[in-house]
């Protein structure tokens, strides 16, 4: 028998109004923080090497050694993994609300500290940039479960793929945003302190305020989230949590009266028989949850892990691409302000060539085809580009075949985009109970970063040249490119099959999906101990 609160219910069938957006507004600042904190420190990497691993007399400029660049690049995917998982379970404990603070809050005082260091050799440099990041990473994480899960929470049932899209869309943005800001920063600083290049003079090519230009990029990553930090706590909490997870059938019909303009009456009763009903009060660990839920579950964070393998090991070529097509000339012909406006500008194009693109057609078209076809064509077409990219990979390399290569890898991640990148962030909120919905997202989203990290470090040793002597400086050797390409064709693959363990959402309210209005005839009578940490017995 269902038992449909009216407070959701209105939730559901809502028309698309002002709340929607500035929710998406409020929430998508955070996203958009995200992207800009954790890519911004790609722009700077090599002016990192030239500033503090300077060797006198080397051919070319100076670069971090890859134990320091693997730390520097991969601390923050450690401490978004973190965060993940512990505001994922906190957002379900707590309240979305108050949880959403603290990550904001964390965001803003690391992004400024990541900019400081406590002394000025490279290792407490090194070391001090590595901890803020962690921190830093460790608030992005929360961000991931929490507006995901407020969202789905707050939005009608026949846009809520599109407005959920629509936050995490806010990624590309931020991307953008931290490509031009860096292009801005690094324009201003050439024109105030004009260098040579490294080959014409090594030590002077490398202007001592050149310190500053990596410090402010980090830094200016608070601002957007210091400024949205207002607005997040003036958001009611979600009617959702209120009414079945703290059961104040009161509280959510005031909150939601206020932000629907219309009345609504506390159904206390009926909360109190939702809540109380033994067989939707089941834990994370039971052998329930694993029967409702287990194989979406294992759908949600096997995509999401798949995905962002192939996602991350994109930096693999874009070194390779941007000096092939001339974005980016050799390192010593240029010094080393000119270096982060040129890798800046490289970053902004593909951004906004294929990035940005992709997420706004996930956003056009999710809630009309649905998520289960979308994520399915994206794994589809990323295979397809991956193994056209792998096989002739002998034909890429020539100069000629260069723009080809460059179009093709384009369209990978254009599909990645317009696909599961943005229905793995999507899915989670929708399919799993109100009690759980943050946590099992948080897990999903932490085995995505699982992904990426063995994406941006497993493939940068993997894809090292097989002969000694072409590998980059400091690493082994490995399979090569044309042979990591075949390997991530083959995670793709992977992908299209896991992904028919998700079911499709799409036009159904998230008490149907996860089947929290119903009531079970076989349900644990009312005496019986909660099933929070007891195993409840299966239907």
């Known amino acids: 028998m269902a038992k449909e609160l009216q407070v959701l219910n209105a939730l559901d069938l809502a028309k698309t109004q ?6 998406i507004i409020i929430a998508g600042m955070g996203f958009f923080t995200d992207a800009y904190d954790l890519f911004c420190i790609s722009l700077v990497t090599k002016l990192l090497g030239r500033i503090y691993y300077h060797i006198d007399g080397a051919e070319k400029p100076g670069s971090l050694p ?35 603070g603290m990550t904001l809050m964390l965001m803003v005082i690391c992004s400024i500290a990541s900019g400081l260091s406590f002394s000025s050799d490279a290792k407490a440099v090194m070391s001090t940039l590595c901890f803020f990041r962690f921190w830093l990473g460790f608030g992005i994480g929360g961000d991931y479960p929490l507006s995901a899960t407020i969202m789905s929470e707050y939005a009608n049932k026949k846009t809520r793929g599109a407005f959920i899209a629509a936050v995490f869309a806010m990624q590309g943005f931020g991307i953008l945003a931290g490509g031009i800001f860096a292009i801005i920063i690094s324009s201003a600083f050439k024109a105030w ?39 997040r706590m003036k958001m ?6 209120t009414a079945l997870v703290a059961k104040n059938a009161k509280q959510a019909a005031t909150d939601m009266s206020r932000v629907l303009q219309v009345d609504l009456e506390a159904e206390e009763q009926k909360v109190e028989q939702l809540t109380e009903d033994k067989s939707n009060q089941f834990g994370l660990f039971t052998k329930k949850f694993l ?23 994109q930096n693999l070529f874009q070194k390779d691409i941007f000096s092939a097509i001339g974005w980016i000339p050799k390192a010593q012909t240029m010094n080393a302000i000119d270096e982060v406006y040129r890798i800046a500008r490289a970053q902004t194009l593909i951004a906004l060539c294929s990035t940005v693109p992709g997420y706004w057609f996930t956003v056009a078209f999710i809630d009309r085809i649905g998520r289960f076809a979308i994520q399915l064509m994206g794994f589809f077409f990323m295979t397809v580009f991956m193994f056209a990219l792998a096989i002739p990979y002998n034909h890429w390399t020539h100069k000629d075949n260069q723009i080809g290569f460059v179009i093709i890898y384009s369209l990978t991640f ?14 989670p909120a929708e399919i799993f109970p109100a009690r759980l919905r943050s946590t099992c997202h948080g897990i999903s989203a932490a085995s995505g970063k699982l992904g990426a990290i063995v994406g941006a470090f497993g493939f940068l040793y993997l894809a090292q040249s097989q002969s000694k002597d072409k590998t980059d400086a400091g690493y082994p050797t490995g399979i090569g490119v044309k042979n990591s390409l075949l390997v991530l064709g083959v995670v793709n693959f ?41 195993t409840v017995p299966l239907v």
């Not at 002002?18 to 929710?23: D, K, M, P, Q, S």
């Not at 029967?291 to 090991?313: C, E, K, N, Q, V």
């Not at 254009?414 to 899915?427: M, R």
Request: glycine residues 10%.
């Open 193 to 231: 302190f004009d260098a040579p290049s490294y080959q014409v003079d090594a030590l002077a090519s490398t202007v001592p305020q050149a310190d500053y230009v990596w410090r402010i990029i980090l830094m200016v990553g608070a601002l957007p989230a210091a400024l949205t930090y207002y607005w």
């Open 236 to 241: 009611p909490e979600t009617a959702r949590y």
């Open 414 to 427: 254009f599909f990645a985009n317009f696909g599961p990148n943005a229905t793995t962030f999507v899915v």
């Open 494 to 534: 992977f992908g299209i099959l896991f992904t028919f363990l998700v079911p499709e959402s799409n036009g159904k309210s998230l008490e149907e999906m996860s089947g929290e209005n119903e009531t079970d005839e076989g349900s644990v009578p009312t005496g019986e101990q909660s099933s929070h940490n007891r």
């Open 66 to 100: 890859p134990n320091v660049s693997a730390a520097v690049n991969g601390v923050a995917f450690c401490g978004t993994l973190s965060g993940q998982l512990f505001f994922g379970w906190l957002g379900d404990k707590m309240g979305r609300k108050k949880v959403y």
């Open 291 to 313: 029967h409702r839920h287990g194989l979406h579950l294992l759908g949600t964070t096997t995509t999401w892990f798949l995905l962002d393998i192939a996602f991350y090991s």
């Open 18 to 23: 002002w709340y929607h957006f500035t929710a």
